[in-house]
């Protein structure tokens, strides 16, 4: 924690921080709730002069390890969220995907966060695995959505170049299909779907900052920060982080690489693509897209209607 500290307030001077110029803190890497919340505390007390009213804190937690008691710590500190790595509420599904955690510890943990008093409640769920067939699928949903959550990410089995699925199209098709019915079965029960892996009643403004390619602090060992046109890569390694948490590596952004950011992020999620950073030939390719009801417009926005054709939709238009 005292590199962690370090490395904070080095960036706070290296950003210019001002009172409430922090929206939102996202404490994450999958395995927060293996840390006891009073070590956070001297985090919290440095950050919080830069904190606007009504910010949105969320913490990641593992079902296993994210007990009451500790709940209630990072509940205390001022989280107003809470996101669950569940991946699934079937313990076949589980033991395939390596989790340690089972149903139950999942359910118990999502209703121990809500009775503590968090204001909004995420969970993961993986999709379209090699274990899943529709029927697994829909008690999956089923379940989430017997709880107290108002937001759920969803990830898929990636199809890899020159892979056993990308070789069988029969195989790759099916896991398409199970991404649909996914899904569907999800906004049919009224969350919005408001990225491609995102859905919800709630929107969580710390992802929106990201693809909107909003300043970002990234602090931590093998996190990424963003500072107008130059990127902040912390040292990966975890021994050479301790001793040093100032090893930041910096790339510089092109005015091309930034533009083919905010395509690519603008496409893929609620926030749209501004056409005013392209070019007389992309504006071609997107009346042709718009022509073929692939995206729609409202004033001078452009916004993709199918998130899964998000990356094609993009290449398109930078081709």
């Known amino acids: 924690m005292a590199s962690l ?37 001297k985090v919290f007390t440095l950050l919080e002069p830069y904190f ?7 913490t990641e937690a593992n079902p296993n390890s994210a007990s009451a008691i500790w709940l209630k710590g990072m509940f205390a500190l001022g989280c107003t969220r809470v996101s669950f790595g569940v991946q699934s509420f079937n313990n076949t599904k589980l033991k395939f995907l390596g989790r340690e955690h089972n149903s139950i510890q999942a359910i118990n943990a999502i209703r121990s966060a809500k009775k503590i008093g968090f204001e909004h409640i995420s969970l993961d769920l993986m999709y379209a695995t090699k274990v899943d067939n529709k029927e697994m699928i829909e008690q999956d949903i089923q379940t989430a959505f017997s709880l107290p959550v108002d937001h759920i990410s969803a990830y898929a089995l990636t199809i890899e170049e020159n892979t056993l699925f990308e070789a069988h199209p029969d195989a790759a098709k099916e896991k398409l299909e199970l991404s649909n019915f996914f ?6 029960r009224g969350f919005h779907q408001y990225e491609i892996s995102n ?4 929107q ?4 929106i900052g990201y693809w909107k390619l909003n300043d970002y602090i990234g602090a931590g060992s093998g996190a990424v920060g963003m500072l107008k046109n130059k990127r902040f890569y912390p040292t990966t390694d975890i021994d050479n982080y301790i001793k040093n948490p100032l090893d930041i590596r910096i ?6 690489d930034l533009k083919t950011e905010k395509v690519l992020l603008g496409l893929r999620s609620k926030v749209g693509l501004n056409l005013d950073i392209l070019t007389e030939s992309e504006l071609k390719q997107v009346s042709f897209l718009e022509n073929d009801k692939k995206v729609i417009r409202k004033e001078n926005y452009i916004f993709n209607s199918d998130y899964l054709l998000s990356d094609e939709i993009a290449l398109f238009i930078l081709s």
């Open 5 to 41: 500290y370090q490395q904070i307030e080095f960036e706070l001077k290296r950003f210019k921080a001002k009172k409430n110029s922090i929206t939102s803190l996202f404490i994450g890497g999958g395995t927060p709730s293996t840390v006891e919340p009073q070590l956070y505390a």
């Open 52 to 58: 606007k009213e009504g910010i949105e804190i969320t």
């Open 183 to 188: 899904i569907n079965s999800i906004k049919d």
């Open 199 to 202: 859905f919800g009643t709630y």
């Open 204 to 207: 969580c403004q710390h992802n």
């Open 251 to 256: 790339e510089n952004l092109s005015d091309e």
